[in-house]
């Protein structure tokens, strides 16, 4: 089946270390996003790709970096930089232009000690 | 830029009952999507209806219905005999329209969600 795996899904780190998180799917979709979710604030855009080898900033970037090598992969990787890390966070992919839906995978927990 | 709004943190009804959720948006876009998605306890975010802004018809999907008013840029949910299943975060969320313009490129603008509680 189509879909979207994140991994891993509980990932814990200590202050000041970097930290990737996975995103991967199958479905042949050309844009791929990045979401933070916190208690109380919804889901926030944290970077996007429309196409391989080329990604955007979203709203809240600053500490994160991304990569879009091929078309089915998009990590995330949360530096030292990020002052609050610790959140829930989820990947999500679009088909394309004129796709008007998200697929999203089951997310990540990140939590740093 | 849009912004959404949501403004019941939290609801709470009894089974079988019917419960309506708020949503306003602000935006300068005149084609757009909305979107109703559910997050139950598995934290897996489930689309549950989507509205094409340029047709005056309300979506339905089973119990679900939107009560859409553009002028008002209002986007209320309802859900009509309430099931314990639909217990879940919902959140209401936006998208641009259109491919020229890199609408929908940049995703999903989402509000800060209401917590939806079935009682048995």
């Known amino acids: 089946d189509g879909g979207i795996t994140q991994s891993p899904k509980y990932l814990f780190r200590k202050e000041g270390q970097n930290v990737t998180l996975s995103c991967e799917q199958n479905?042949?979709?050309?844009?791929m996003y990045w979401y933070r979710q916190d208690p109380g604030q919804g889901l926030r855009l944290i970077y996007y790709?429309?196409?391989?080898?080329?990604?955007q900033k979203g709203d809240i970037a600053e500490g994160y970096s991304v990569s879009r090598e091929k078309k089915e992969s998009f990590p995330l990787t949360v530096t030292s930089a990020q002052k609050n890390p610790t959140a829930f966070y989820l990947c999500?992919?679009?088909?394309?232009?004129?796709?008007?839906?998200?697929?999203f995978g089951a997310g990540s927990r990140l939590t740093v000690l | 830029a849009q912004t959404v709004t949501q403004s019941q943190p939290e609801m709470s009804v009894q089974e079988a009952e019917t419960v309506t959720l708020s949503c306003t948006y602000d935006?300068?876009?005149?084609?757009?999507?909305l979107f109703w998605y559910k997050q139950p306890p598995s934290r897996q975010m489930i689309l549950v209806i989507r509205?094409?802004?340029?047709?005056?018809q309300n979506a339905t999907e089973n119990r679900f219905s939107v009560n859409f008013q553009k002028a008002a840029k209002s986007f209320s949910l309802k859900i009509s005999d309430s099931q314990l299943g639909d217990t879940a975060m919902y959140f209401c969320?936006?998208?641009?329209?259109?491919?020229?313009?890199?609408?929908?490129?940049?995703?999903?603008?989402f509000g800060k969600g209401t917590h939806l509680i079935i009682q048995p």
């Open positions: 999500a992919s679009r088909r394309g232009a004129g796709a008007n839906v998200l697929t």
């Open positions: 790709s429309q196409i391989v080898n080329d990604f």
């Open positions: 509205q094409e802004a340029y047709k005056q």
């Open positions: 935006t300068s876009e005149n084609n757009y999507y």
């Open positions: 479905l042949n979709h050309d844009a």
């Open positions: 969320a936006f998208m641009k329209h259109g491919v020229g313009s890199g609408g929908g490129a940049d995703g999903l603008t």
